[in-house]
């Protein structure tokens, strides 16, 4: 080992195992035949290797010493036209990590795992087609879902009940076919002509089901949040020092991982470090993905 380290300590780094049933979408730059770029929408599962094996490789701790030293950090899944430094990736190679995050054992169909303890946490993206249940609706909605025969209807229904309906919230309106009958079969016939059943429903259910009108492609109302299972990692890192790197500081505390928090805790010499046993030599670690 070196004689002296600059000791990082990361806490709450989020690590989301590999979902294959993910229905998430990445965009994807590359470069054509005739060498332009462009951009390329394609599905988070259909990525044949998008993750590490290992939660923290060579690659993570790369892009930690780069952002401490105002470069920028090279994406691992996605395609780039520029490279890492190779100084800064050597250092992180020989780097040390220990990950204090506690493991479980699992058996599954008779083989032993380790895995660390999954716990949920809040994501800013909700899982796919996650469609919000409106506690009302209102006559703008109404419009957007009724597109081109919102006028139409509008018109056939106050003409039916004798009064202009967009006085009122649209929600009195809800089971109004109980107590005005028949003089809505012709508004319910246009509804069904036109395929707009969710607004039929409305009219004639006691409780209608709200997101059959907000649920679809000109409304799109859905969740702006969720839910995902992930791990929270903790643990430090020792950096071989070097005068070059420490001149180059732009700042003490950055990111690894997602939302994971890192920073410089100090420099120590080699006899300083106690539990240098457990930690492990970065190039020793496997960065294989699958």
Known sequence: ???????????????????????????????????????????????????????????QISNVLHAFVGERPVPSFRKTFYKPDEFLFNLANKSFLKIDSPKITKIIKGDVFESYIPEFTKVNKSASDSWTKAPTIQWFKVKKFMGEYYDEFIILINTSLGYDVTKEPFETLKNLYIKEGVKLDEVIKFLLEKQKTPIVNFLQKESPDRSEIT???????????????????????????????VDKLTKNSTNILDGGMVKIVGIFYEDEITDTENFTLVSEISDEKY
């Open 215 to 245: 649920k679809n492609k000109l409304l799109g109302e859905t969740i702006t949040s969720g839910i995902d299972t992930c791990f929270f990692l903790n643990g430090e890192i020792l950096v071989p020092y070097e005068q070059s790197f």
């Open 1 to 59: 080992m070196s004689n002296r380290y600059i000791k990082l300590s990361f806490e709450n780094a989020k690590l989301f195992p590999k979902n294959v049933k993910t229905k998430d979408f990445v965009a994807r730059i590359d470069v054509n035949a005739k060498d332009k770029l462009y951009f390329k929408r394609c599905s988070r599962a259909l990525i044949e290797k998008g993750s590490f094996k290992e939660p923290i490789t060579v690659h």
